[in-house]
């Protein structure tokens, strides 16, 4: 009964293998293994790949529940929501993003060329569906700097007029959605739309972008931007974003400017109207600059860990900007710029003008990336942070998507913001119902508090801009830091940054993105080839150069070659080889010497010749195995694999064997791919580095 008992069936087996195991690494202690003997010990197999035709078209059936939740993710995670231990912190959460969206809104709204009252759409319409499809809990989504400054261009661009001006009064936003062109002057560019319908259009194409992008499966771009470009990048865009508010801050007009060098030409123009600056603007913005700047700096260390929520000192700053306008009359007595009309209520959906679109789908690719790469940037730090996962794809879906939505309500591109999103996480949010609970009080202030903001000096919202700018400035040390680490990254960040300054924003990502794909390719043409030695009895080879322990072992070159190897690289590796094994053309053969020792006529001459005929010998005589450490090659293509067939020829041709040693599987498989073994011994390819020396020392030649 006992012999049928399925796990004693099993047992002896299982033991007889160990057996096996255990008698075959004692014998290949002393005996080298092969590559092939290996393989059939511990029954190698190559994993079936699943047919193309089936990856792509993948059977069963269509499950649309499935399919709703992998679009819509709140339906996986709201029905678990713990109501009683989170909702009160995503309240609290909510509330203070709120406070922080109105003067971030308006302020980086008036970045973008457009109204104000564009800003706080942005936080509203595109928020409450990427609440629905985002897989991030806690970015906080709505306006952002640099993608406003982005999107600006195009709306300078191909606009017929600035954003209204105060005197201009409109009965409802359809009217401000319509203003007839005819009342201001048109640029040589325009195509007759107003800035706000160039910025619809501006996000339906960056929306349109992200969800190709996002079908495509092609969330692994946001890896084209390195932490090194992006900083450089948005350093650079910090100085255009300046440079759009001197104006505001001094009270100057000044031409806009388009196209490379336009930061340079534009600070000549500011420098020549300088005497036109209003003196009363530039004492607002110096008490503005100057009371942030000192609650940041000074009051906020201090007081900040002991406040449950952030003092939201900007609200404050335009909550008393406004009211000193409005007593003072500063508009009317002053001649003070300010924020003018806004409409309350919601606005009206609107069709974005489609015929602007391709003119604009160069500049939406662009603005499409970089906004995804921050939003993957900041979701995948709290993801990492609070132990969640992200879905590049459906984040690219979601913002698309909600980009889409905002272009019917007259809004810019949106993106997260860098500072929201740490306040968000860092005052308790738990979940996106933080930003349904800052939507529903941006909604109250759009339909009741709007108006309330209309005498707002513009000099204060670019104050505002001004002083949050002081973060992505810090970035300029990260020059020196990313040099020290590398030079290519430090020629990154410094090319970036002043492509970006220099010509334009997106020249300078363009070339940016370009050079470190260069740097990529310079540093795969250079993989790194060193000798390895033996540390004394045992099994383990390290680098002679860095490893004083190790020693080589006499007759046998051990080379190691670290990196992929390919067509563009496969010279150079094979001259770095050579290099290091000695020139054999020249001087293998001990009759090579003598012939030319032979050559020399004084006495003198001739001693030191056959010394140094002597040392030859001994350095080139002795090496008669040359092995490969293949461990940390990555890959090879065809043309390497020729290059090794190449080799083995040459090296066998004068007299010399040539073994390959730990090679990874993928790259085993792609030499079989590739018929290489019909060419090369499979018996020279071995497992191990110290198979393949035990190898050549059991060889006749040693």
Not at 65 to 83: A, E, M
Not at 442 to 452: N, Q, S, T
Not at 681 to 702: C, E, I, N, R, T
Request: proline share 6%; aromatic share 8%.
């Amino acid at each position: 009964m006992m012999a049928d008992d399925p796990k004693n069936q099993r047992k002896p087996h299982e033991y007889d293998l160990l057996n096996n195991v255990h008698m075959n690494s004692a014998y290949f202690t002393e005996h080298p293994c092969k590559q092939t003997e290996f393989n059939k010990l511990y029954q190698y197999s190559k994993p079936q790949k699943q047919a193309l035709r089936k990856r792509i078209v993948k059977p069963g059936r269509c499950q649309p529940g499935k399919t709703i939740v992998s679009l819509f993710p709140v339906f996986l995670w709201l029905p678990k929501y713990d109501w009683k231990g989170n909702i009160v912190s995503d309240i609290v959460s909510g509330f203070t993003v709120a406070i922080m969206h109105i003067p971030q809104g308006m302020a980086y709204a008036l970045l973008g060329g457009v109204p104000p009252i564009i800003g706080m759409y942005m936080a509203f319409f595109p928020v409450l569906l990427y609440v629905l499809m985002g897989t991030s809990r806690h970015v906080s989504m709505g306006t952002f700097a640099v993608v406003c400054m982005m999107a600006s261009k195009s709306v300078l661009t191909y606009s017929v007029n600035e954003p209204p001006a105060p005197a201009v009064q409109f009965m409802n936003f359809t009217e401000l959605n319509n203003t007839d062109p005819a009342v201001v002057p048109a640029n040589i560019n325009s195509t007759g739309y107003t800035p706000v319908q160039v910025a619809t259009a501006v996000c339906f194409v960056v929306g349109v972008w992200q969800v190709i992008l996002g079908v495509c499966r092609l969330g692994v771009l946001s890896v084209l931007l390195s932490d090194t470009l992006v900083s450089g990048f948005t350093t650079g865009a910090a100085v255009h974003v300046l440079t759009s508010q001197v104006k505001n801050l001094l009270g100057v007009k000044v031409p806009q400017h388009r196209g490379p060098l336009k930061v340079i030409y534009t600070y000549i123009d500011i420098f020549k109207n300088i005497g036109q600056s209003n003196p009363v603007a530039i004492g607002i913005s110096a008490v503005s600059i100057g009371v942030l700047s000192l609650y940041n700096e000074v009051i906020k260390p201090q007081i900040g860990k002991k406040l449950p929520v952030p003092l939201p000192v900007e609200l404050m700053a335009v909550i008393a900007g406004t009211l000193v306008s409005m007593y003072c009359n500063l508009s009317a007595n002053y001649k003070i710029t300010v924020v003018g009309e806004v409409p309350t209520g919601l606005p009206e959906p609107v069709a974005p003008p489609f015929a602007l679109i391709p003119n604009l789908l160069v500049d939406g690719l662009v603005i499409a990336i970089v906004a995804f790469s921050v939003n993957m940037s900041m979701a995948s730090i709290f993801a990492r942070k609070l132990n969640y996962s992200v879905d590049a794809n459906q984040e690219l879906l979601a913002s698309g998507a909600s980009n889409i939505l905002g272009s019917f309500f007259s809004c810019l591109p949106f993106s997260a913001s860098l500072s929201r999103s740490l306040i968000q996480q860092t005052v308790g949010g738990k979940t996106q119902l933080a930003s349904v609970v800052s939507c529903l009080l941006l909604l109250l202030v759009l339909l009741l508090i709007g108006p309330f903001f209309e005498p707002l000096p513009n000099s204060v919202l670019a104050s505002i801009v001004v002083v949050a700018l002081k973060g992505m400035f810090m970035q300029l040390k990260d020059l020196p830091m990313a040099w020290r680490q590398s030079p290519f990254d430090g020629m990154i960040w410094l090319t970036t940054f002043l492509a970006v300054v220099l010509l334009d924003i997106d020249y300078g990502l363009g070339l940016g993105v370009a050079l470190s794909l260069i740097c990529v390719l310079i540093m795969g043409q250079r993989p790194k080839v060193c000798r390895l030695g033996q540390v004394p009895n045992t099994q383990i080879y390290l680098d002679i150069n860095r490893y004083q322990a190790a020693s080589e072992i006499p007759g046998i070159r051990i080379i190691q070659v670290a990196g992929g190897l390919h067509f563009a690289n496969k010279d150079h590796v094979r001259r770095k080889v050579n290099r290091v094994i000695g020139d054999m053309s020249e001087k293998t053969t001990v009759d090579s010497i003598v012939k030319k020792s032979k050559a020399y006529e004084k006495e003198e001459i001739t001693r030191k010749t056959n010394a140094d005929t002597a040392a030859l010998m001994l350095e080139n005589n002795q090496i008669f195995c040359v092995i490969l450490d293949m461990m940390s090659v990555c890959f090879v293509d065809p043309s390497a694999v020729k290059t090794l067939v190449a080799m083995y020829k040459d090296f066998k041709s004068r007299g010399l064997i040539f073994c390959l040693a730990d090679c990874s599987a993928t790259v085993h498989e792609r030499m079989l791919h590739c018929d290489f073994f019909e060419d090369f011994p499979d018996s020279q390819l071995f497992p191990s580095v110290h198979d393949a020396v035990l190898f050549a020392q059991q060889s006749p030649k040693s």
